[in-house]
């Protein structure tokens, strides 16, 4: 089994920045896309920002300029810098990966689309 965790969120005020970081961890023989969806009540889930295992990357408008995304393929964590924090960035924050996962035969299995619990972001006023 694959599981995602998240960490890292919390309650700020405006402007401030948070990092959230989430770690795969399981049976895992590659991680292709992982990205980070948020979704704030009575809203529907969106993609924030992604970022492929050779290092592309692409961002939501509203988080252009001030969200960064990166990861660390040795650690299988994938991290959301987010500055200039605004209160509407506030919601529950979700990372994704899509995972291939090791087989008896040694070829590569298709890829499965994996999601954490999420981290509540908060920013006040």
């Known amino acids: 089994q694959v599981q995602l965790v998240e960490s890292g969120g919390g309650l700020v005020q405006a402007g401030e920045s948070l990092r959230l970081s989430c770690a795969a961890s399981g049976s895992i023989f590659r991680l292709n896309r992982m990205a980070w969806y948020r979704q704030a009540p009575g809203n529907q889930r969106e993609l924030v920002a992604s970022?492929?295992?050779?290092?592309?990357?692409n961002y939501a408008d509203s988080v252009k300029g001030r969200f960064t995304i990166s990861r660390d393929n040795a650690k299988n964590t994938v991290y959301l810098q987010m500055n200039s924090l605004k209160p509407e960035d506030a919601a529950v924050y979700y990372c994704?990966?899509?995972?291939?996962?090791?087989?008896?035969?040694?070829?590569?299995?298709?890829?499965?689309?994996?999601w954490g619990q999420g981290t509540q972001v908060t920013v006040s006023s």
């Open positions: 994704n990966a899509g995972v291939v996962l090791p087989t008896h035969s040694g070829n590569p299995s298709p890829e499965y689309s994996y």
């Open positions: 970022i492929f295992s050779e290092g592309s990357t």
